[in-house]
């Protein structure tokens, strides 16, 4: 009997340390699983604003896309490349102090105005300052920014107009510096 009591006291012990133990293991799962949890929904919150900061960027750039898409027969590129070859002769620091002419498309104080002019009509918040001038990627910007505003979709409208202004294509003294756009094309 006395042997039977001492089995049954160590079976109750090892019951009561297993469950000890097993409760003590639950615990500590239930803990690893809440840390797992709270770092899974910071994982989830940091996710959550990568993926809005994406998404203004796409709506930044889609609304850029907006105020540069025209159509044209022709290599836009090619063109802007010879008409700051024109220019500047492709010179960032270009500048031309009786016409306040500045950058590679030494463009004036008139053409910053008139950009801003055309984005504010357009109810775009971008803008240009005098010194965006300097900068080659702003200046071609403004270029593109005028392009689509006005249409000039022909290597003849581009050239005569950013020679002359808006109206420069029924200008004859634009004539001359069409032709020098359209040599520095036929060398390239």
């Known amino acids: 009997m006395k042997?039977?009591?001492?089995l049954y006291v160590i079976t109750v012990g090892m019951f009561t340390y297993c469950t000890i133990n097993l409760e003590e293991q639950v615990k500590g799962l239930e803990s690893e699983k809440a840390s797992y949890e709270h770092a899974l929904n910071f994982q989830k919150e940091q996710c959550y604003f990568t993926v809005?900061?994406?998404q203004l960027k796409i709506d930044s750039l889609e609304k850029k896309i907006e105020l540069f898409d025209f159509k044209v027969d022709f290599n836009f590129l090619d063109v802007l490349d010879a008409i700051i070859e024109v220019e500047s002769n492709g010179n960032d620091s270009?500048?031309?102090a009786?016409?306040?002419a500045v950058g590679c498309l030494q463009i004036r104080q008139t053409m910053v105005?008139?950009?801003?002019r055309i984005?504010?009509?357009k109810?775009?918040?971008i803008r240009y300052s005098y010194e965006d001038r300097w900068n080659r990627e702003k200046s071609i910007e403004m270029f593109t920014i005028a392009c689509n505003y006005y249409n000039w979709n022909t290597v003849e409208k581009m050239s005569r107009n950013w020679n002359g202004g808006p109206r420069g294509i029924n200008k004859p003294a634009?004539?001359?510096?069409?032709e020098k756009v359209e040599e520095v094309l036929a060398c390239n």
């Not at 105005?113 to 801003?116: A, I, L, R």
């Open 113 to 116: 105005d008139d950009v801003n």
């Open 52 to 54: 809005q900061d994406l």
């Open 3 to 6: 042997y039977m009591i001492t």
């Open 94 to 96: 270009a500048y031309r």
């Open 98 to 100: 009786d016409e306040d």
């Open 174 to 178: 634009t004539l001359p510096y069409l």
């Open 123 to 125: 109810n775009k918040t």
């Open 119 to 121: 984005l504010n009509k």
